[in-house]
């Protein structure tokens, strides 16, 4: 069993950057892809970015270029750098495990408490 410990959500003014942190703790050895995803109550989660074990990321189109997704294997954590952030970028940010095959991310039933970024405008 794997748990996961999101940081690093706040408020910040629109323009402004945040890195989320997720760090696993428990069997690790079993983990591969890593993704963060967000959600405002009452809509569906909706992935962000994925990295696998090796490095290769995935982002949704609406963060490329703006987003970075990273992993550091040794602490068992991945980040997400957040730059130029926008109020449509408020949510709450979860990491999940799950696997990338065929170009896609599938999450399994693995979440954290997720953490919250508030941008203001």
């Known amino acids: 069993q794997v748990q996961l410990v999101e940081s690093g959500g706040g408020l910040v003014q629109a323009g402004g950057s945040l890195r989320l942190s997720c760090t696993a703790s428990?069997?690790?050895?079993?983990?591969?892809?890593i993704a963060w995803y967000r959600q405002v109550t009452g809509k569906q989660r909706e992935l962000v970015a994925a990295?696998?074990?090796?490095?290769?990321?995935k982002y949704a189109d609406s963060v490329k270029g703006q987003f970075t997704i990273s992993r550091d294997n040794a602490r068992n954590t991945v980040y997400l750098q957040m730059n130029s952030l926008k109020p449509e970028d408020t949510d709450v940010y979860y990491c999940?495990?799950?696997?990338?095959?065929?170009?896609?991310?599938?999450?399994?039933?693995?979440w954290g408490q997720g953490t919250q970024v508030t941008v203001s405008s």
């Open positions: 999940n495990i799950g696997l990338i095959m065929g170009g896609n991310y599938y999450p399994n039933n693995n």
């Open positions: 428990g069997s690790t050895s079993s983990i591969n892809d």
């Open positions: 990295i696998s074990r090796a490095g290769i990321t």
